[in-house]
């Protein structure tokens, strides 16, 4: 995949830049908000990794107003030190895709931009998810697995669901507290590996082969393959 | 120069105001007593010799100049006051008939009155006469002995004239005594803010009792400097905390580092040692975040963004998230909560509340312990209480755990920053509520009061 990451500051631009092209990424990097403006609108992307305080005059809520006044819709992330309730609302309002407040983890990163960049192609009303045997009813909110039918609490349904839609990434802790609870603050104790594991009870644990790994330092993956 | 001082002193543009004001009125008052005394008595003279002169044209029109003449000596005949004066006389000037002796040169047109002094029956006299013509030759004269009213009147025009220079003398000293008053009811207000100017946080207004706008001034201004002195409190606090606990996770990285920089034999031992320094980095950085939530909580900002909300299934939805840790740890979460429990505020900012008094009592209960959430409201608040049956917070420590970095005897051992319940507190007052400790025995009852709204208001 094409990434964009326009990053004023050069440690973090480098570390970005080196993980995302590790992950297997092409990775283009401006370092200020003109040439950021520039390539983001003259090239063709996947994703922009956009810092927000930029120099040059032009910041990356200009950059991301202007993308999407060109009717841009490239996936955008944002990345900034502003942590405020209110600036995250400004960010997302500008037309932003996901906001992640610095310092980050580089695994968090990656893992939302791939989520990104997934989410523009599976566009489109689907009714039905399937890995390998495991498979997913959104309509009649039914799970099987290898034709047998698994009884699912409301909340570990969405916890699947939110899993099935990323198969084949690593999600972050925080991306299902937010994509499944809805809750941006950070509950001090694991709450969130303890209802996967319920759901890895129900869902793994009666069958042979596992979907629902755990990525060290990152997150968890569905997906057939062990990690 | 000093008279503009002097004019922009506030002081001195009320009592001008008060000494302008008073003339003014006092001014009012005694035009209106001059009008209704002195000025009565003359309009009643010339309605007299008005209602006179319509009686004698009548004579005149029924019986000529005999009628007129024998009227007009009745009607003297009659004045027992003898206050009356009539004179008719013909083109020549001749008398015939009246107590005056000649036509007064003065009265040479019909119509004014004028005021002449006559003699009279051997005595000089104040008259208000009228001439009238009487076509076709005929001259009359109408008038009132108005020696006595004048006389009155002359009082009553003095004693107005001297009340009103009482006036003024005491308008002057009211406005003296005014801007002192003003002066000396300002200065308390002004001394305190001169001390808290010079860093003496400690002053306050002191308020005279009496309830009177001064005072409710005195109280707004304390009010204030007691909110200001609560946020110089949490500003130290904040950078005691950042002196003293946030130095030690950055020790203990940077020992670490360095540690591993001199001494790691082996690749692993560094990576292992880079690892936990990283570690030891994201406990800072959510450190510096959940100071920095209660900060913005805290600077009440985000009260722009209150809506009215039911809380119960908020506390639905949080109980979920912590059920399963609970069930992990051995212990019962119980949920209790009957709705709707409607508030105004902030819901995110409400279940992060909720979540840390629920992480608490996960954390601090022993095995098969239980913990509960209960929520209940009444008239004027919805009360969220989150109980468990761990060790507690002895009475002492009840006032200090909501501050930041307070952690009890008992939670040293257990991991976390002693910023939770601080962030609680942070909420509840940014909603207008309260977080009470409560003694559970055994156990702690934490209960976060919100003001509650009415299905009327929105």
Redesign the interface.
Known sequence: MRILVVEDDKDVAGFVVRGLKEAGHVVEHADNGRDGLFMAASEAFDAVVLDRMLPGGIDGIKILETLRSQKSTIPVLILSAL????ERVKGLKAGGDDYLTK?F?FAELLARVEALTRRGKTEGPVTKLQVEDLELDLLSRQVKRAGQKIDLQP?EFRLLEYLMRHAGQVVTRTMLLEGV?D???????N?ID??V??LRQKVDKPFKTPLIHTVR?AGYMLRAEPV | MIDTKLLRSAGVRFAAIYAVLLTLSALALTSFIWWSTAGLLDRETEAEIHADAQGLSDRWTQAGLPGLVLTIEDRLAQNIDGDAVYLLVDETGRRLAGNLINWPPKVDQAGPFFELPVQRAGMRTLTRVRYYDIPPDLRLLIGRDVHVRALLRAMVTDALLWSLLIVSVTATSGAVLVRNLFKRSLANVSATATAIAAGDLSQRVRLSGRGDELDQLAEVINEMLDRIGRLMEGVRQVSNAIAHDLRTPITRARTRLEDAASHARTPEDLHAAI?RAIAD??HI??IF?AL??IA?IEAG??RASFVRLDVAPLLA?IA???E??AE?RGVTLTLDVSGPLPVHGDG?ML??AV??LL?NA??FSPAQGTVGLRARSDRDSVRIEVSDQGPGIPPADRERATERFFRGETARST???GL?LALVAAVAQLHGGSLRLEDAAPGLRAVLSLPTVGSTDA
């Open positions: 942590a405020d309730v209110d310092p983890a909340r609870w809750y941006h603050f950070d509950p001090q104790t709450v303890v209802h594991s319920r330092n | 690892e980095l994201d950085v959510g975040q920095l939530r913005e900002s985000r939805d979920e998230l912590y399963a840790v992990e995110a279940q992060q979540a840390n992480d996960v954390k991991p976390g920053s939770g």
